[in-house]
């Protein structure tokens, strides 16, 4: 049970507001904004999910640079309305296509409307994108992404100079194209969030994968679904629940364990690895899966920190990009920590560096180096000289590092899991819908020690 809902701007503006049950003061907004903005509770680092302020427990999400809040002074399961907001922000994506700052000020009718059915009096009611089209009337009005900066989940997928084409991350699931008809298109986007960590000789510690099979659907008459998978994929053995699946078997892609939508049968998912479906409308996940079996690295990071006097020391970062030369990573960002006594740092670039950023953040004592892509194969050099405010009496390898990395690689797959086809089930040999089966890697944790 919550008490309020809001939705703020990086700004701390006051976009969408709605008080059910009238028991909390009405400044909470602002109460709230403040606090996360100005946050200093254990030192560093940004506020927590959930918080208490004067009684007033204050649950939040970040979602394409928007705060989606609630409030309540009850007792409630955290994890439970902290997946309420993001299954909100994402049926507000449904309907109007784009979710940023413009296109909720433009439709806020409809998020009105749309709110009213997802919770009664502070009760959940409804979140399904499907079930909710029975309710919710206003037709949306469409923000032009041309306009907008590709910034966001709607870059993640451009390669190149070329985007792909249909993106379907700036489309609602329920308004018309000009002209009252629908372009017959599916999404397939295979989505997955890496963790690994180096050891300072080079050799991994760590891996995971925390993968998703995201569908997001635009066929009329909700045709069944096919999709195949690699036919050499095995699953960890263990128990099963519900659409909790593991399954043995011998394979080259190995799973520890994944889990399914509910709108997918696995009749003959243990045959040959496919899956079926009905889709619901709306952006869902079709497959969940977890992976800590070896694989290669995208990338590979070496540091090397050597005194160069008494207030002095230099740092050599490396980074090689251990993939295809056909595949070029965006938004690369390296970090590393440096001793607090650092008062100085002056970078060094390799010659013909293009697209590069370096910065010394003197509040945290950050090193931060900035590439705006790198092709695969290729290799980026970073020298940067520390200057000291008293000697460090070789504690440098001790205040200094790990080396940490964030990074998008569109068309690229770290797991080898593959969506081999996909068909779709439809008794007229004239219907042939556009589909779309794309592929990115971003890094969750990827750490380098020294």
């Known amino acids: 049970m919550i008490s309020q809902f809001f939705v703020l701007s990086q700004r701390g503006d006051n976009i969408v507001f709605r008080d059910y049950r009238g028991e909390i003061q009405k400044g909470s907004a602002e109460i709230f904004f403040r606090k996360v903005k100005f946050w200093k509770e254990d030192g560093e680092g940004d506020a927590p999910p959930v918080f208490n302020v004067d009684g007033v427990n204050y649950f939040h999400v970040k979602v394409a640079g928007l705060l989606f809040v609630a409030t309540t002074r009850v007792n409630v399961s955290p994890s439970l309305v902290l997946e309420l907001l993001q299954r909100i922000a994402r049926v507000t994506k449904d309907y109007l296509g784009l979710l940023n700052e413009d296109s909720l000020r433009k439709n806020f009718v409809l998020v009105y409307e749309l709110l009213d059915e997802v919770i009664d009096f502070g009760y959940v009611q409804r979140t399904s994108t499907e079930v909710l089209k029975s309710y919710v009337f206003n037709e949306p009005i469409v923000v032009d992404a041309a306009r907008l900066p590709p910034l966001g989940p709607a870059s993640i997928f451009m390669q190149g100079n070329k985007r792909m084409p249909g993106t379907a991350v700036t489309k609602s699931v329920v308004a018309n194209e000009p002209g009252g008809r629908k372009r017959e298109e599916i999404f397939v986007d295979v989505i997955e969030k890496i963790s690994v960590t180096f050891s300072s000789s080079g050799y991994i510690l760590t891996c995971e994968i925390d993968g998703t099979i995201q569908m997001k659907s635009y066929l009329t008459g909700n045709p069944e679904i096919r999709i195949a998978l690699n036919e050499d994929l095995s699953i960890g053995r263990g128990g099963s629940s519900s659409h909790d699946y593991r399954g043995a078997g011998a394979?080259?892609?190995?799973?520890?364990?994944?889990?399914?939508?509910?709108?997918?049968?696995?009749?003959?998912?243990?045959?040959?690895?496919?899956?079926?479906?009905?889709?619901?409308?709306?952006?869902?996940?079709?497959?969940?899966?977890?992976?800590?079996?070896?694989?290669?690295?995208?990338?590979?990071?070496?540091?090397?920190?050597?005194?160069?006097?008494?207030?002095?020391?230099?740092?050599?970062?490396?980074?090689h990009a251990a993939f295809s030369s056909s595949v070029t990573a965006n938004t690369i960002l390296v970090q590393m920590p440096l001793p607090s006594f650092t008062t100085r740092v002056n970078f060094e670039l390799e010659p013909g560096a293009v697209g590069n950023t370096t910065d010394f953040n003197q509040v945290n004592k950050r090193l931060e180096w900035g590439l705006k892509k790198i092709v695969g194969g290729s290799e980026h050099t970073l020298r940067a000289k520390l200057t000291f405010s008293q000697e460090s009496h070789g504690n440098i390898l001790k205040e200094a590092g790990p080396i940490s990395m964030t990074f998008t690689i569109p068309m690229y797959n770290a797991s080898g899991l593959q969506v081999k086809y996909l068909q779709i089930a439809k008794k007229s040999k004239t219907y042939n819908p556009y589909r779309w089966v794309r592929y990115v890697t971003q890094a969750n944790s990827y750490v380098a020690r020294l």
């Open 251 to 319: 394979g080259s892609v190995i799973l520890d364990d994944c889990n399914f939508h509910e709108s997918v049968h696995l009749d003959s998912f243990d045959v040959d690895r496919t899956l079926n479906l009905v889709p619901p409308d709306g952006e869902f996940p079709v497959m969940n899966y977890r992976m800590t079996q070896a694989f290669k690295p995208p990338f590979r990071v070496n540091a090397l920190v050597e005194e160069a006097g008494s207030l002095k020391a230099e740092v050599i970062i490396k980074v």
